[in-house]
C-alpha cells in the first residue's frame, strides 16, 4: 500500500490575497510528499504541479494535516480535476470532529512526540518572496514527517495528546 503524507506552503498569506475566502489564490511554493511506497520524500515546486497531482492520484491513501480544506483547495487553482474522491485521512478534520475545536499541528507534536515545528507557513511565505526555496522544502519537509509520526503515533496507540487552553495534556481519540 502507497501511504502519501503531504504537505504543502504557499506563495503568499491570506492577507495579501483578500482572506480566507481567496485560498485559491495563495498560490503553491513548495510541496512535500513522503511515500511509503518507495520510504522517500518526494519534492515539488510550483513548475512540477502536474507531478504532484499525479503522485497524489497514485497513492492508495493520503495522509495530512488540514488538507481537505487547505492543500487541497490550493491545488484546485491548478488542476480542474475536483480532488473531492482522493482517499484521505485529514487528522485535524478527525480531531475537529471529536473536540469540536481545532488543535495545531505543533500543539499536537509538543504534546504527543516532544517535538516542534521548524517554522511555520508566514516565515516560508518571507522564504517565498526572498527566492529561497531549499528552506521552504526542508521546512515542509519537517512538516511531513511529523505528520507521519503522529499518524503512525495515532494508529499504534489510538490517540493523540495536545496541551489545553491551561497547558494541561489531554488525549484526543484516534480513528484511523
Not at 8 to 16: I, N, R, Y
Not at 65 to 76: A, C, G, K, S, T
Not at 103 to 129: E, F, M, P
Request: net charge negative; glycine share 4%; proline share 2%.
Amino acid at each position: 500500500m502507497n501511504t502519501a503524507f503531504f504537505d504543502l506552503e504557499t506563495q503568499h498569506s491570506f492577507d495579501q490575497v483578500g482572506g480566507r475566502r481567496n485560498i485559491r489564490a495563495l498560490k503553491l511554493s513548495a510541496a512535500v510528499i513522503y511515500s511509503t511506497a518507495d520510504n522517500a520524500f518526494h519534492h515539488y515546486l510550483e513548475a512540477d504541479v502536474d507531478q504532484l497531482i499525479a503522485d497524489l492520484r497514485s497513492a492508495d491513501l493520503v495522509v495530512g494535516f488540514n488538507v481537505e480544506r487547505f492543500d487541497y483547495e490550493v491545488l484546485r487553482a491548478y488542476t480542474s480535476d475536483p480532488l473531492n474522491d482522493l482517499p484521505t485521512v485529514d487528522m485535524l478534520e478527525q480531531i475537529y470532529r471529536k473536540l469540536g475545536f481545532r488543535v495545531s499541528l505543533d500543539n499536537l507534536a509538543g504534546a504527543t512526540l516532544n517535538a516542534s515545528k521548524s517554522a511555520d507557513g508566514l516565515q516560508a511565505v518571507r522564504w517565498y518572496q526572498e527566492g529561497r526555496s531549499q528552506e521552504i522544502l526542508d521546512y515542509c519537509q519537517q512538516d511531513v514527517e511529523v505528520t507521519r509520526q503522529l499518524y503512525e503515533y495515532g494508529k499504534r496507540n489510538k490517540h493523540l495528546k495536545y496541551r489545553d487552553r491551561n497547558y494541561r495534556i489531554q488525549i484526543v481519540p484516534a480513528t484511523w
